[in-house]
T-cell receptor
Framework: QQQVKQSPQSLIVQKGGISIINCAYE??????FPWYQQFPGKGPALLIA?????SEKKEGRFTISFNKSAKQFSLHIMDSQPGDSATYFCAASMRGGSEKLVFGKGMKLTVNP | EAQVTQNPRYLITVTGKKLTVTCSQN?????MSWYRQDPGLGLRQIYYSMNVEVTDKGDVPEGYKVSRKEKRNFPLILESPSPNQTSLYFC???????????????FGPGTRLTVL
């Protein structure tokens, strides 16, 4: 119930390609779905987030698509660049209490020049 | 500069030798958490604190202690470290959702701990 399942575990794309990361959840009480980006040697940092009242959110080359009925959400990175090479984590939380973030296991993205 | 700081950044120790990893934030955040990151397991919450003197267990609390005597500090204590606590540790802080920040968690730079 508290899990967030993320796939794939790793992805290699060419510069200019599209990177897609998928996540699925079970707990319908989740109401906040952020994506975090982590570069080697650094802590994760918020990249983009969505709430279930919208189906899509775009910020620059990064887009979250959200499917409430399927309990799935995904991150699309358009025109992938070598600088996007990082580990990406999806997460989910619910309002109130600890507002604990439940993280997926992460996906390592490599963008080749 | 708004930030979460952790010390030390790297630590090699031996089984059973008590250690403390410090965490401090300058953003006046109520919430603070400790996570460990292990390959293939992602980020798992160890302990969290909703405010001063309020702490609770996360998903993997065994072998760890925390305290929150001041709002800005949230140290992680390993009373008797064991090799299975070798990991990368992150401290994070946030404000409650609904205060404009949306619950964004700000992470420290990490502490790489090796227990021999």
């Amino acid at each position: 119930q508290q899990q967030v399942k993320q796939s794939p575990q790793s992805l290699i794309v060419q510069k200019g390609g599209i990177s897609i990361i998928n996540c699925a959840y079970e707990n319908t009480a989740f109401d906040y779905f952020p994506w975090y980006q982590q570069f080697p040697g650094k802590g994760p940092a918020l990249l983009i987030a969505i709430r279930p009242d919208v189906s899509e959110k775009k910020e620059g080359r990064f887009t979250i698509s959200f499917n409430k009925s399927a309990k799935q959400f995904s991150l699309h990175i358009m025109d992938s660049q070598p600088g996007d090479s990082a580990t990406y984590f999806c997460a989910a939380s619910m309002r109130g209490g600890s507002e604990k973030l439940v993280f997926g296991k992460g996906m390592k993205l490599t963008v080749n020049p | 500069e708004a930030q979460v700081t952790q010390n030390p950044r790297y630590l090699i120790t031996v089984t059973g030798k008590k250690l403390t990893v410090t965490c401090s934030q300058n953003m006046n955040h109520e919430y603070m958490s400790w996570y460990r990151q292990d390959p293939g397991l992602g980020l798992r919450q160890i302990y969290y604190s909703m405010n001063v003197e309020v702490t609770d267990k996360g998903d993997v609390p065994e072998g760890y202690k925390v305290s929150r005597k001041e709002k800005r500090n949230f140290p992680l204590i390993l009373e008797s470290p064991s090799p299975n606590q070798t990991s990368l540790y992150f401290c994070a802080s946030s404000s409650p959702r609904g205060r404009g920040t949306g619950g964004e968690q700000f992470f420290g730079p990490g502490t790489r701990l090796t227990v021999l």
